[in-house]
């Protein structure tokens, strides 16, 4: 498994929203959408972590 930056996988879901999640195999992962129950849970909103709708 990488670490650090390479790790993280940036995906937005059908209303383009913005997630960043840690995931094992971001090969096939487009969209947060795409993401089962347990890889959603290692998501975080965007959003929420930088404040703003935009940056």
């Known amino acids: 498994m ?4 390479e790790s993280l996988a940036w995906l937005n879901d059908k209303d383009g ?3 960043v999640c ?3 195999n971001q090969k096939d992962k487009r969209s947060f959408d795409q993401l089962s129950d347990e890889e959603k849970a290692k998501c975080a909103d965007v959003n929420q ?3 703003t709708e935009r940056w």
């Open 22 to 24: 840690s995931l094992d």
């Open 49 to 51: 972590i930088v404040g």
């Open 2 to 5: 990488k670490s650090g930056y």
């Open 17 to 19: 929203k913005e997630y």
